[in-house]
């Protein structure tokens, strides 16, 4: 399958209600594909990205993140999110952007550090402040790869990762090293 190097117009709607134009003419899109509504691996890196979300902002990114999961079942997990949230059960961008599943999701052992950080921070956050624990049996599989695309106003994919593990996606330093020089300015 062929990647794309740039992106037609489209608006997508988020589970807030809100429209999300991609490409976005004012700022770069970080488009993030994700696995599940609740996996908490990809929790604990949307943790890092909020944490960070005034200098994302600043260098002129806008978040919009993708689950293979319904709106309904991603609302249980996401409703605090202060980022855009796009549900696609059937996985029509994910195969688009060439985002597949496999075993080495999990298998991995480079991912198995956050698998372990992401549990301990979903138990405690189920236990002590009573949000929704992680399905058992999540819609659409647990083996999702994660990707990142930065894409500029005028539609070209300015740089792309596909995960090859859980944990496998951009920091929030690399993301920021992304954006071009006369962007930062």
């Known amino acids: 399958m062929s990647l794309p190097t740039a992106v037609s117009g489209r608006t997508l709607l988020a ?3 809100a429209r ?16 599940f509504a609740g996996c ?19 260098a002129g990114i806008r978040e919009v ?13 996401t409703a605090e999110l202060p980022l855009e949230v796009i549900a696609d059960p059937d996985r029509k961008l ?9 075993p080495r999701a999990l ?8 698998i372990l ?18 399905p058992i049996k999540p819609e659409g599989g647990s083996l999702g790869l994660p990707a ?15 995960g090859t593990h859980v944990y496998d996606q951009w920091s929030v330093d690399e993301l920021l090293a992304l954006v071009p020089a006369e962007r930062r300015a």
């Not at 134009?21 to 696995?35: K, S, V, Y």
């Not at 908490?40 to 600043?58: F, G, Q």
């Open 148 to 162: 990142d695309f930065l894409i500029s106003p005028d539609g070209r994919v300015l740089a792309a990762k596909h």
């Open 117 to 134: 950080r992401g549990v301990a921070h979903a138990a405690y956050a189920t236990l002590r402040r009573g949000q929704a624990a992680p």
């Open 65 to 77: 993140v993708v689950f293979h999961s319904s709106a309904e079942e991603l609302r249980k997990y």
């Open 94 to 102: 994910y195969r688009e952007y060439g985002v597949e599943t496999s």
């Open 15 to 17: 589970i807030s209600g």
């Open 20 to 35: 999300v134009r991609i490409p976005d003419p004012d700022h770069l899109i970080h488009l993030q594909f994700r696995r």
């Open 40 to 58: 908490p691996v990809c929790n604990l890196h949307l943790r890092s990205i909020v944490a960070r979300r005034a200098e994302i902002a600043a």
């Open 107 to 114: 298998l991995d052992p480079r991912g198995w550090p956050a």
